[in-house]
Structures are given as structure tokens and as C-alpha cells.
């Protein structure tokens, strides 16, 4: 079974300017998630996806983040603009559906590491 | 809204010694905690999870308790290995509103 996939592996911008993540889940999950994990803290959500549908974006920097996942399979993350408190790890993962009830297993990508100069 | 405290937030130890990481979770309605292991420059993997109807789970030298009343929850790693060096960090879920809080990480440090 393929894991979910991540692009690029890193990434080096400007701040100012704007860049994007593309993550393809693994097959058949339903919820998507978008992290960012800051160096030496936990990941923090930004938004979660069921199929093609937002759960929950409460702590998505919505001025400057977006994030769509517009057939319920792949998903981008967008910054525009970026500051230099962008930088981070961020995570894509995947679950068969956070909706099912009782939770179960996020699989995560192998992340962007973004630095903003 | 939910809260999850993990502590400590450093834990180091001899190998072959015993480790315990605990949380608190301040929403009785919880009802799935997972663990995860996130070794440096790598991704979160699951490494045990306890649903609410559970007290306790093993798998080899990992075990997860679970103490609904007092509402925490601990991760027990026995017999510690170098290869346990990493950070842990749990989590609880609610279905109400389908979200996954995480505590904040323990670092695990295995002295040889």
C-alpha cells in the first residue's frame, strides 16, 4: 500500500513570497489533514478535510493560509505572503474517515520543510 | 474545549530501565488515545492506541493504561532500547466534533 506523498521535500522562499504543498493521501481515506510543525513543538492542526469538505479550520491563518481539496483525493496548501514565522515542517496525513466514529490511525507524509528567509 | 497535557516534557534513562509518559485529558467524552513516535527529521507513526472501553493494552515492551475516572493515560516502555530515543506524543479524540488534540511531546533520551 502506497503512503501518502508529499511535494516538495523542501522548500526556500522569501518572505513575501507565496508557495505551495501538494499531498496525495493514501487511497480510500476519507479525512485529510494539513500540520505545521514548528521545530521542537508538536504538530499543530491547520485544517482538516472529510472528502472534499472542511471539519474544522478554527487555526488556519486564514488572511494568508488556504487550502483546498476540491475532487476529495489530492490537496494544496497555499501561503501568500509569507512571513518568516512560516517556517516549519508541514504535514500532510490521512485517516479512512475521522467521521466513522471513535477515531482511528493518521498516516503521515514525510512533510515539506519550508524556511522562510 | 479539549486540553491535553503531557508530561514530562524531557525524560531521560538508562537502557534497559523503564520509561512512563503520562497525560491528562480534561474532556470526559473522549474515547480514542493514540501515541505517536516522531524520530528526528521523520514523520509521526502511530505506535499504540487505547479506546475508551480498554484499561490497558500491550504490545511487546509498549503499553498504553488508561484511567477514565481520573481522566489520564500513560505510555510504559520496558526493557528501553537506543532505538526508543525519539519524541512521544499523545493524543485524545472526541467524536463530537472529530478532532484530535495532541499534548505538547516528550523527549526520551536513552543513556547507553
Known amino acids: 500500500e502506497a503512503g501518502v506523498a508529499q511535494s516538495p521535500r523542501y522548500k526556500i522562499i522569501e518572505k513575501r513570497q507565496s508557495v505551495a504543498f501538494w499531498c496525495n493521501p493514501i487511497?480510500?481515506?476519507?479525512?485529510l489533514y494539513w500540520y505545521q510543525q514548528i521545530l521542537g513543538q508538536g504538530p499543530k492542526l491547520l485544517i482538516q478535510?472529510?472528502?472534499?469538505?472542511?471539519?474544522?479550520d478554527s487555526q488556519l491563518p486564514k488572511d494568508r493560509f488556504s487550502a483546498e481539496r476540491l475532487k476529495g483525493v489530492d490537496s494544496t496548501l497555499k501561503i501568500q505572503p509569507a512571513k518568516l514565522e512560516d517556517s516549519a515542517v508541514y504535514l500532510c496525513?490521512?485517516?479512512?474517515?475521522?467521521?466513522?466514529?471513535?477515531?482511528?490511525?493518521?498516516?503521515f507524509g514525510p512533510g515539506t520543510r519550508l524556511t522562510v528567509l | 474545549g479539549e486540553n491535553v497535557e503531557q508530561h514530562p516534557s524531557t525524560l531521560s534513562v538508562q537502557e534497559g530501565d523503564s520509561a512512563v509518559i503520562k497525560c491528562t485529558y480534561s474532556?470526559?467524552?473522549?474515547?480514542?488515545f493514540p501515541w505517536y513516535k516522531q524520530e528526528l527529521g521523520k514523520r509521526p507513526q502511530l505506535i499504540i492506541d487505547?479506546?475508551?472501553n480498554v484499561g490497558e493494552k500491550k504490545d511487546q515492551r509498549i503499553a498504553v493504561t488508561l484511567n477514565k475516572t481520573a481522566k489520564h493515560f500513560s505510555l510504559h516502555i520496558t526493557e528501553t532500547q537506543p532505538e526508543d530515543s525519539a519524541v512521544y506524543f499523545c493524543?485524545?479524540?472526541?467524536?463530537?466534533?472529530?478532532?484530535?488534540?495532541w499534548g505538547a511531546g516528550t523527549k526520551l533520551i536513552i543513556k547507553p
Open positions: 478535510f472529510q472528502n472534499n469538505g472542511v471539519v474544522d
Open positions: 493524543a485524545a479524540y472526541m467524536d463530537s466534533n472529530y478532532q484530535l488534540i
Open positions: 487505547i479506546r475508551s
Open positions: 487511497s480510500g481515506h476519507a479525512t
Open positions: 474532556d470526559s467524552a473522549s474515547n480514542y
Open positions: 496525513a490521512s485517516s479512512l474517515s475521522a467521521l466513522a466514529g471513535g477515531g482511528n490511525e493518521q498516516f
